[in-house]
């Protein structure tokens, strides 16, 4: 008795594609909360480093304590990443770049239809059995030649 195993899929592509696209929209969620967290503590130890320890109590721009400014700037990177996995990599995702490319690759292979009709219409080729006649080169004009010959 052989004990092979079916090695064949039975997941169709689309299906597959389905799935990781999930799996990458979870791993990115899950990179952002992990983000959130790390937002939260550091926070909280600029927030002590400046009150508890007093690290940096004269530094003040804009009247402001340096840590919120520290905060507010984390902050700000956390938004775009929010954005960024909540917003553009939906609708700008791997689906929106795959139909980019698609569309691409259509554009230039109008692009090489026109020039091969271009070519074949201004070069083509012999009918079957015909011999090959290849266009007449025109003389260059030889600057010394007289011009009345």
């Known amino acids: 008795m052989s004990n092979k195993k079916n090695t064949s899929s039975k997941i169709d592509p689309e299906q597959k594609r389905l799935i990781e696209r999930a799996q ?47 905060i507010i700037f984390w902050a700000v990177i956390l938004l775009i990443h929010a954005f960024n996995v909540f917003v553009t990599n939906k609708f700008l995702g791997k689906d929106w770049e795959n139909e980019q490319v698609e569309r691409l690759v259509a554009k230039q292979r109008e692009r090489i239809e026109e020039l091969q009709r271009k070519v074949e219409k201004e070069h083509p080729l012999p009918k079957k059995g015909e011999p090959y006649i290849p266009p007449k080169k025109e003389k260059p004009i030889d600057p010394d030649s007289p011009l009345n010959s």
């Not at 926070?43 to 402001?64: H, M, R, T």
């Open 24 to 70: 990458e929209r979870a791993r990115d969620k899950r990179r952002l909360y992990q983000h959130f967290i790390v937002f939260l503590i550091g926070a909280v130890v600029l927030i002590l480093l400046n009150v508890i320890f007093d690290i940096g109590q004269d530094i003040k721009p804009f009247n402001i304590d340096w840590f919120v400014w520290a």
